[in-house]
Every structure is written in C-alpha cells, then in structure tokens.
C-alpha cells in the first residue's frame, strides 16, 4: 500500500491498527506511526516506528523518532523546544544556521543602512542571533519581544551593556497585540521579525500584522519559502518534511544529540501532527506578501533571496 492510500484510509477513519496491517516499507510504517501519535497511542506508534528502523537502520529520522518516543513523558510531539534555551541555542549556532544567519546579518543591515530606522521593534528575538550582530548604533531605541524569559535575559543583558535604549518585553506578540495598551512608546520606524512569525497560528497573523500597520513605517519578514501546507498528514507534505529532514539531522552528527533529540525531533513530530497547535504554521513567500497586503501594508521591493537551506530558501521580505 502506497502513502497516497494510507492517506485516503486514514481519511476515512480507518484505523491505525487497520492501516498498520498494510504498511510494509519504512516511510509507510512511519506514516502510521504519525497517525497512532494523532490518535494519541504512543505505544503502538514506537511499535510501527521500530519495524521501520529494523528495515531501514541508516535512516536518521527513524533512529532519532524512535529514540525520543521511548525516553519522551506527556505529550512528546508538543513540546515546547523554544523555552529552554539549550537545544535551540546549540541548533542555531550549528549546521546551515551559520551562513544562513550570517547573509541574515548582512541584509539586516542594508536595509537598516537604506531606512535609517532609529527606532525598532524586533519580534520574537530570541536570544538576539539575528538582531544583536546586524544592529546599528544609529538605532537608538531598541524593543525586543520574546516569550522565553531565558532568551530574552540573553538579549536585555547584552542591549544594558551596548548601552542601548530598550525595553525587553516577555510575551508573544499574539499577547502583546491583545493587551493593546495606549503606549506613545508603541510606534516604531521599523518592526522586523526573523523566523518566528512562523510559530504565529494563521487565524492571529493577519490580526498581528494589521494592529502593527498604524504603528511602523516598514515591517521586514526574514522566512522560509515552503509548500503550502493543506494538511500536515497530506502525502505531499509528509515526503517533504521527511526528506528535508533526514538532511537537517545530518548537519548535526552524533546519534541522539541536543539538537537532535532536544530541538529537531519534537519539532518534526509536532510540523507532522494534525491539529491546530503544532509548533510550526510556515507557507510560501507568496503568501506572506498576501498576509501583509490583507493587514494594509504593501511591497515596499521584491523578496529578496538570502540563502538556501536545508529545510527551504531564506528570503527577507519588506513592506511599508
């Protein structure tokens, strides 16, 4: 039985012990794992994700699933891999991540050098791996806004010391659009954000968006252009994260690292699991340009490619 069957079974209701009884390769055993996680049966899903790796032992996504599955507690494809600081930390320092933020930087700051900005909102910061090295002393006033109050000390301690007007405001920017405080400090000449409104649910990206246009002159996105996803469980979808991240987990060798069983895992886990609250909610460029146009800003140039990357191309994309 091929994925596109399994899909359509699973479609119908068919159960994942039913759909288990058809599966013969390591992709289709590891599909029907992902649908008996959906279900909420972790047992069985170490089960059909062991058949697959006694097939397939080179395969890292299955080595590295399996692993995480038989040491993980509670709901292991929904774990929070941005609050403790370590994995991702290490993740980011590593692999594609160094180009890739290094033509960040660069572009950063272009555009910082080409608008003048002295004043800047930078959501989602981080621990400040794209806004610290790119930062301009012209910038006079600098807010970072991070959920993570471990990686938003990181980027506060090293603002005090640049001495650097800031505020460092612990929350999401969904929070922070919803608490909607009559702030005169709440303006900016630009509000830029690196790879995190992909974290952001679809139904609260055009709402976030539209209540920053009357507060900033230009916004810039920094995100991956990727498929657009209809359904995490689609075949389509299935073979593109399961193949782009075979090459993610090879840029950090070692079986069972940090990043892999701390950062890559959970997260291929919960880009692959059919519900609303996965970590991820990524699109295609063109959709991002859609996004800004239905929250009023317009194209203020086109998306400019940064980088490729293992999980998709970078591109910056600025509107005013």
């Known amino acids: 039985m091929s994925i596109v069957d399994l899909w359509k079974?699973?479609?119908?209701?068919?159960?994942?012990?039913?759909?288990?009884?058809?599966?013969?390769?390591?992709?289709?055993?590891?599909?029907?794992?992902?649908?008996?996680?959906?279900?909420q049966d972790r047992d069985a899903a170490l089960t059909h994700l062991r058949s697959a790796l006694a097939a397939a032992p080179e395969r890292q996504v299955l080595r590295e699933c399996a692993h995480y599955l038989e040491r993980a507690t509670g709901d292991a494809d929904t774990t929070d891999v941005?609050?403790?600081?370590?994995?991702?930390?290490?993740?980011?320092?590593?692999?594609?991540?160094?180009?890739?933020?290094?033509?960040?930087?660069?572009?950063?700051?272009a555009r910082?050098?080409?608008?003048?900005?002295t004043s800047l909102l930078d959501v989602g910061t981080g621990e400040g791996l794209?806004?610290?090295?790119?930062?301009?002393?012209?910038?006079?006033?600098?807010?970072?806004?991070?959920?993570?109050?471990?990686?938003?000390?990181?980027?506060?301690?090293?603002?005090?010391?640049?001495?650097?007007?800031?505020?460092?405001?612990?929350?999401?920017?969904?929070?922070?659009?919803?608490?909607?405080?009559?702030?005169?400090?709440?303006?900016?000449?630009?509000?830029?954000?690196?790879?995190?409104?992909?974290?952001?649910?679809?139904?609260?990206?055009?709402?976030?968006?539209?209540?920053?246009?009357?507060?900033?002159?230009?916004?810039?996105?920094?995100?991956?252009?990727?498929?657009?996803?209809?359904?995490?469980?689609h075949p389509d979808w299935f073979d593109y994260v399961v193949t782009r991240y075979e090459v993610g987990l090879a840029e950090y060798p070692g079986d069972h690292n940090l990043v892999r069983q701390g950062f890559l895992v959970p997260v291929f886990l919960g880009t692959l699991r059919p519900t609303e609250d996965r970590v991820h909610f990524e699109q295609p460029v063109e959709d991002w340009l859609h996004d800004?146009?239905?929250?009023?800003?317009?194209?203020?140039?086109e998306p400019e490619f940064l980088a490729e990357y293992w999980w998709g191309d970078a591109f910056l994309i600025e509107a005013r």
């Open 292 to 301: 800004l146009r239905a929250a009023g800003f317009e194209a203020a140039r």
């Open 82 to 109: 941005y609050i403790s600081p370590d994995a991702f930390s290490a993740f980011a320092r590593g692999g594609g991540n160094v180009g890739l933020y290094q033509r960040t930087h660069a572009a950063l700051r």
């Open 130 to 233: 794209a806004l610290l090295p790119a930062l301009p002393d012209t910038i006079g006033r600098v807010d970072v806004l991070e959920p993570s109050a471990p990686r938003l000390d990181v980027v506060r301690s090293e603002l005090a010391r640049r001495g650097v007007h800031h505020r460092a405001i612990n929350t999401t920017i969904e929070d922070f659009v919803a608490a909607g405080e009559a702030d005169p400090d709440n303006t900016w000449d630009l509000v830029q954000e690196t790879f995190a409104m992909l974290a952001v649910p679809a139904p609260e990206r055009v709402p976030a968006l539209r209540w920053l246009r009357p507060l900033t002159k230009r916004v810039i996105l920094v995100e991956f252009d990727v498929p657009r996803v209809g359904h995490a469980l």
């Open 9 to 39: 079974g699973y479609q119908e209701g068919v159960a994942h012990g039913v759909l288990s009884e058809t599966a013969r390769t390591p992709d289709e055993l590891l599909y029907v794992s992902l649908v008996a996680l959906a279900a």
């Open 112 to 117: 910082y050098a080409a608008l003048r900005p």
